[in-house]
């Protein structure tokens, strides 16, 4: 599985449309299912979807949510580009034309388009703007009665994950659902395993080991008519006040198998390195290229976390769980999904596509009245990640709560932004001279 973004404005339209939704549909049955309230059963079959953040990410959301259910019809896009949000529109129009029924009044540009988008009648919105904005948006759909797939990560600080954990206590109170973008939790071979490792089959989880390591990425050339605001915005990735950094945006993914595997329970504290050896030109704003991460759990098991992204390096995906009666490997690339030990084991069942599965059960959830809710899960795999980078950049040992209770809020506010805001990009992290606050 890939966690490729995907640029619309580099990649050929249908070679998108063709990468983002070719995989087998899947049909698992709903994996966190809370009390009925038979006031929020859908009284028809249609169900209105908004987008907001039309880049790649999201035009892929739409179309996996579109193929997920027919009678999902998009009416509603926003984006603080019009590009950008053009793109998406046609894309969307060309690959599902008889759902995709977005007017033009029902456009949106601007940093108030995710407003507009919720104060429509949609019944649920998709958020796959950049991380910065997700807390934001995330309590407006929730304050508005909307449910929500949420991409991840949730939070690029912890001021975001406190902020995401109270908005998913006003999402339980209101039934709403709440379905997050930690695609490997609706993929059905990891499902049998992680369901084995945690009844047990492997004894307790004495250490897990995650380690993605792989090349570059995209970076859109500034342009002269360009704001100082709108080249960050359109490079969100190489800066960490946008993105979290990529142990944040990315790898967030190995991080929540970790927490997976260990039943969700919430680290001590972690330790760890970091920094940026080849990616280093200013053009990649102040992120790092490489993490190595410790992370201790109340019980004297470890977390270990390395990742890069540096180009021309060998590449690997992978996450090997050790247990006192067996291990556990999970290999992305390769497809692997097995248990050494007392009780051996290999997954031989039904493949699915998750970017799909999610959005199945997620519909099926508004559909019946019944709820998912994974706003405190998706918000502590994110605050994992924070950690991380937190560790990484100051070279100190960081406990779970104090990460938590962090003031740095590495962004502006929501309501603050603007073309002509100049947000400053802070230094490249130093360990052991950056200070955590």
Not at 8 to 27: N, Y
Not at 89 to 105: I, S
Not at 140 to 154: L, N, S
Request: glycine content about 10%; aromatic content about 12%; overall charge neutral.
């Amino acid at each position: 599985m890939s966690d490729k973004i995907y640029s619309p404005e580099k990649k050929d339209r249908r070679e998108f449309l063709k990468s983002a939704g070719t995989a087998l549909i899947g049909s698992a049955a709903l994996p966190f299912v809370f009390q009925v309230n038979p006031a929020f059963a859908m009284k028809n079959n249609t169900l209105k979807v908004g987008l907001i953040g039309c880049g790649g990410r999201g035009t892929g959301a739409a179309l996996q949510a579109l193929k997920a259910d027919t009678d999902a019809v998009l009416t509603c896009m926003g984006d603080i580009f019009s590009d950008y949000l053009d793109e998406s529109y046609q894309a969307l129009f060309e690959a599902n034309p008889n759902q995709v029924k977005v007017g033009k009044e029902n456009r949106f540009v601007g940093f108030d388009a995710y407003k507009k988008v919720i104060e429509s009648d949609v019944d649920v919105v998709i958020l796959t703007t950049p991380p910065a904005f997700r807390p934001g948006h995330f309590k407006a759909a929730i304050e508005a009665g909307k449910h929500v797939f949420c991409e991840k990560p949730v939070a690029v600080d912890a001021p975001g994950v406190r902020s995401v954990l109270e908005t998913a206590k006003l999402a339980k109170s209101k039934n709403l659902s709440v379905v997050s973008g930690f695609t490997f939790r609706y993929d059905f071979p990891k499902r049998a395993l992680f369901e084995r490792i945690n009844n047990g089959d492997i004894g307790e989880v004495a250490s897990v080991l995650t380690v993605r390591n792989g090349g570059g990425l995209w970076y859109k050339d500034r342009k002269p008519e360009w704001k100082e605001m709108e080249y960050q915005l359109r490079n969100w990735y190489y800066y960490d006040w946008l993105s979290g950094d990529y142990i944040v945006e990315m790898m967030v993914h190995s991080l929540d198998m970790m927490s997976w595997a260990f039943g969700d329970k919430l680290p001590v504290n972690a330790t760890g390195s970091g920094g940026r050896q080849s990616r280093t030109e200013e053009k990649y704003g102040n992120i790092y290229d490489h993490f190595a991460i410790e992370y201790e759990y109340q019980n004297g098991a470890k977390g270990i976390h390395f990742s890069r992204q540096q180009q021309g390096a060998s590449n690997i995906n992978k996450a090997e769980i050790m247990g006192r009666n067996g291990n556990a490997i999970v290999d992305i690339g390769r497809q692997i999904h097995r248990i050494e030990g007392q009780n051996p084991w290999n997954y031989e069942g039904e493949k699915n596509n998750p970017y799909e599965t999610q959005h199945e059960e997620l519909f099926a959830a508004i559909r019946s009245g019944k709820s998912i809710n994974e706003g405190d899960l998706m918000a502590n795999s994110t605050m994992l990640a924070v950690l991380g980078r937190m560790v990484g950049y100051t070279g100190q040992t960081i406990g779970w709560q104090e990460a938590l209770n962090s003031t740095q809020s590495l962004g502006p506010k929501l309501e603050e932004y603007d073309w002509d805001l100049k947000w400053p990009v802070p230094e490249v992290a130093i360990p052991g001279k950056t200070k955590f606050f």
